[in-house]
């Protein structure tokens, strides 16, 4: 049972660091790149990684949600247990 709660955290903490990395990269591409010419183009690639951070930080968001239900524990415990 711990182990798989911390293999969920790690998950979880695995998707957090990606999705900063989507809204890093998505502001970084915006204002650094020279291709994209125009201030729309620009702020599309910003809000694409925000939007790709969120997602990121949503699948997160439902791991620890599922870690953290009772409906799980009590599942856990009941098959752990011998009648």
């Not at 502001?27 to 910003?46: H, R, S, V």
Request: aromatic residues 10%.
């Amino acid at each position: 049972m711990l182990q798989r709660n911390e293999r969920v955290k790690l998950a979880a903490s695995f998707w957090n660091n990606i999705g900063a990395g989507m809204v890093i990269g998505g502001m970084a591409a915006a204002f650094f790149l020279d291709k994209p010419q125009g201030t729309w183009t620009k702020i599309g690639i910003a809000i694409a990684g925000l939007l790709l951070g969120w997602l990121c930080y949503s699948i997160a968001s439902n791991m620890l949600t599922y870690l953290h239900s009772p409906r799980v524990h009590h599942a856990s415990l009941s098959a752990a247990q011998p009648e």
